[in-house]
C-alpha cells in the first residue's frame, strides 16, 4: 500500500466527530499541555508539507507555551480547539486540526498494526455502509434531469458498488446534478470512480496529482478504463457547492471544472488542498497533518486557501433551484425543433422557482374575485386558487397575467383582460388543453 492510500484511510477516520468519554473528568496539567505542545512540534517538523511553515507552526505554539498562555486552559477540548486556531492562524492550512478523542487514538493506533488493521477496516466500512457510502440521494428531478447527493466520497473497498448503483440508475439522464454543498472530502479513489463514468470508455482523462512529503514522489490520478455499467459522455453536468464544501469534494469541483466538464453553480468552497491523515500526540489527543498537495495538471496549482470559485455564484440554498432550470433550459434548446418539445413546460415552471416574478400587493388584490366554479383570494401577500370545494393552491406569478401552482406542475392559471380590465381566468393544460370562466361581477 503506497503513502497516498495510507493518507486516505487516516482522512476516513477524521473525518468522524468528537467521541464523548464520560470517564475522563481530570483536569489537564502543566505537564501533559507542555507534552502535547513538544509532540506537535515533532510532528509538524517530521511531516508537515511546507517544512518552513512547520518550524514557524511549532516556534509559535512553544512560545505560547513557554509565557504561560494556556496556563489557564484545563479542559482538554478547549485546550485542542487553541492549538488548531494558534496553528492555523500561522498555516491558514484548514486541515490541520488538533483533538481531544481517546477512541480515534485508539482506532488510529489500530490501523497501524498488522493484527488489528483488518478489524480497523472492518469498523471504518460499518460506518460508512450505515450512511451508504455517502451517496444520501439519488432521484430524477424531472424528466431528464438527474440528481446525485453525494455527502462524502468513501475510500471504502465496498463503497464501489453504491457508486455502480447510483451511476447506473442516473446513466439515462441528459443532465445530472451532483450535490456537493454538504460534503467534507474523503478518497480521491472515490473521485476517480464517479469522474469515469462522465467520460467516454476508452478516453483517458488526467484528472489531479499529489506530491508526498515522505516519499518524495508524485503520483497521477486518472479516469479508469473501466466501470461497469453504462457511462454518461455526453450528459451535462452541474456541481452545487457552498462554502462547507471541502478537501477531496473540492478536489472532484476543480477538476470537472478545469476540464470544462461541469459548470459549478453556489458558493466559492471551504479551500482545502493538502491530503494528510491523522497522527497520535498521546492516548488522548490527535492532530491531522496534511503532508502532502494537490497539483492540477492543468493550472499546476490547487485551490489551497482560495476555495474553487463557482461559474455561477448563487447562495447555496438556491444552488439547486438554479442548476435545475439551467439544466432544462439548456434541453430546451437542444430540442427547440421538436413541435413537442418535452422541456419547454418545464423552463418555464422551473425559472419561475429560480427567478420569482415579483408583483406588488398593490398589483395582486386586482386579481382576487370570483370567477364561477374558481375563487382568487388574496391573504396578506399572496394569491391562493380554489376550485369548486377543493384546496386552496398558493399561486405564483410567472409573469404579469399568468401564474403557477407547485403542487399541480401540469396546471396553469391567466387572467384575460378587455381594456385593462380582467375578465376572466383560462385554466392552460401542459397537454394543450384550456378551460376558461368568466368574472362573476357584483350586482
Known amino acids: 500500500m503506497n503513502q497516498i492510500k495510507l493518507l486516505v484511510i487516516a482522512i ?17 496539567t502543566k505537564e ?21 511553515k512547520a518550524r514557524e507552526m ?40 488538533v483533538r481531544f478523542d481517546p477512541q480515534m487514538v485508539s482506532e488510529v493506533r489500530m490501523s497501524q498494526t498488522v493484527e488489528d488493521s483488518l478489524e480497523f477496516i472492518d469498523l471504518m466500512d460499518s460506518r460508512e455502509a450505515r450512511e451508504n457510502y455517502g451517496f444520501t440521494e439519488v432521484k430524477m428531478l424531472s424528466d431528464g434531469v438527474g440528481y446525485l447527493k453525494l455527502t462524502g466520497f468513501s475510500g471504502s473497498a465496498n463503497a464501489g458498488e453504491a457508486a455502480a448503483a447510483a451511476m447506473n440508475f442516473l446513466a439515462r439522464s441528459e443532465a445530472l446534478i451532483i450535490d456537493l454543498r454538504q460534503n467534507g472530502g474523503g478518497s480521491p479513489d472515490m473521485i476517480q470512480i464517479l469522474s469515469s463514468y462522465l467520460y467516454a470508455a476508452g478516453t483517458r482523462v488526467h484528472l489531479n ?4 512529503r515522505q516519499v518524495d514522489e508524485t503520483e497521477q490520478r486518472w479516469t479508469l478504463p473501466y466501470v461497469p455499467g453504462k457511462r454518461m459522455p455526453e450528459t451535462d453536468v452541474f456541481v452545487l457547492t457552498s462554502s462547507r464544501t471541502f478537501s477531496a469534494a473540492e478536489e472532484f469541483t476543480y477538476n470537472l471544472k478545469n476540464l470544462k466538464r461541469a459548470t459549478i453553480i453556489g458558493e466559492t468552497t471551504g479551500g482545502g488542498a493538502h491530503p494528510g491523515g491523522v497522527m497520535v500526540i498521546s492516548d488522548e489527543f490527535g492532530i491531522f497533518i496534511p503532508n502532502g498537495r494537490a497539483i492540477n495538471p492543468i493550472t499546476k496549482t490547487n485551490w489551497e486557501g482560495t476555495g474553487v470559485a463557482p461559474d455561477i455564484n448563487v447562495p447555496a440554498r438556491q444552488a439547486l433551484d438554479e442548476a435545475h432550470f439551467l439544466a432544462v433550459d439548456k434541453l430546451a434548446e437542444k430540442y427547440a425543433g421538436d413541435p413537442e418539445n418535452p422541456y ?7 425559472k419561475a422557482v429560480a427567478h420569482p416574478y ?17 375563487k382568487i383570494t388574496l391573504t396578506g401577500t399572496k394569491l391562493f386558487y380554489q376550485r369548486d370545494a377543493g384546496p386552496e393552491y398558493e399561486l405564483k406569478p410567472m409573469a404579469e397575467d ?42
Open 209 to 212: 496529482d499529489f506530491y508526498s
Open 32 to 52: 501533559k499541555k507542555e507534552m502535547v505542545v513538544k509532540t506537535i512540534g515533532q510532528l509538524l517538523n517530521d511531516n508537515y508539507i511546507f517544512p518552513e
Open 344 to 350: 419547454s413546460w418545464t423552463r418555464d415552471q422551473l
Open 358 to 374: 415579483f408583483l406588488e400587493e398593490s398589483q395582486l388584490k386586482q386579481f382576487a374575485g370570483d370567477f364561477g366554479p374558481r
Open 402 to 443: 399568468l401564474f403557477m401552482i407547485e403542487e399541480i406542475p401540469y396546471f396553469r392559471l391567466r387572467f384575460v383582460r378587455e381594456e385593462g380590465k380582467i375578465i376572466a381566468v383560462e385554466g392552460i393544460y401542459d397537454n394543450g388543453r384550456r378551460d376558461k370562466n368568466m368574472k362573476v361581477l357584483n350586482p
Open 58 to 97: 511549532a516556534d509559535f505554539i512553544h512560545q505560547k507555551q513557554a509565557e504561560q498562555k494556556y496556563a489557564t486552559l484545563t479542559d482538554p477540548l478547549e485546550f485542542a480547539t487553541q492549538l488548531s486556531e494558534d496553528l492555523q492562524s500561522i498555516s491558514h492550512d484548514l486541515h490541520i486540526n
Open 12 to 28: 476516513l477516520i477524521c473525518g468522524y466527530g468528537y467521541h464523548a468519554n464520560a470517564q475522563y473528568t481530570q483536569a489537564l
